[in-house]
């Protein structure tokens, strides 16, 4: 199984105080994926916020901060790829380094953001996907499949939004195929 993390070495941030990949795709076959990854945390507004819940069908996890270059830039085609898939799949955010979940409210008010966000200035969230994502990776992008397994990644600035779809898109027909 090959699964991109990003860049484990720190080194490599330089001034920019964050990981950042090339955007390469990863994919993990149904028989190579690990255990479910789970995290409980509160949403940009405070409440209550748990991927477990979102499990029966896949979930894009898309890892962005309203400072982020690269996130403000692609977030139009992250929002055009949750509404091409609709109801086949969850879309959630991981706002990470932003002080406050202000400045997280504006971004995604700004850029018609319509599915939650985890509000994790520190990055913690990402321990979750210990070994695919570290607590400074952005822009990143995971798909689990309808068990909370991690089926597919891209680390860095999304390539496209068919990109996105089609990695998606491949992981609900995986649930359709089996049954």
């Not at 795709?25 to 409980?40: I, K």
């Not at 894009?60 to 690269?70: D, E, I, R």
């Not at 969850?90 to 700004?110: C, E, L, M, T, Y």
């Amino acid at each position: 199984m090959l699964l991109l993390t990003g860049c484990d070495d720190l080194d490599k941030t330089g001034d920019k105080g964050y990981v950042t990949g090339d955007g390469f795709v990863t994919t993990v076959a149904p028989s190579e994926r690990g255990e479910p990854v789970s995290y409980d945390g509160d949403d940009l507004d405070g409440n209550p916020l748990s991927l477990a819940e979102m499990r029966g069908k896949p979930v894009v996890v898309v890892v962005w901060g309203s400072w982020c270059t690269p996130c403000r830039a692609e977030a139009p085609a992250v929002v055009k790829a949750a509404d091409e898939l609709g109801d086949a799949a969850h879309f959630v955010g991981v706002n990470i380094r932003d002080a406050s979940p202000v400045k997280g409210q504006a971004f995604v008010r700004s850029q018609g953001i319509d599915y939650p966000s985890y509000f994790s200035p520190g990055g913690d969230a990402l321990l979750a996907f210990q070994g695919k994502l570290e607590p400074r990776t952005i822009p990143a992008f995971v798909v689990l499949d309808g068990d909370g397994r991690i089926a597919a990644s891209i680390i860095g600035s999304l390539p496209s939004t068919q990109t996105l779809v089609d990695l998606t898109q491949d992981v609900v027909d995986e649930k359709t195929a089996d049954g």
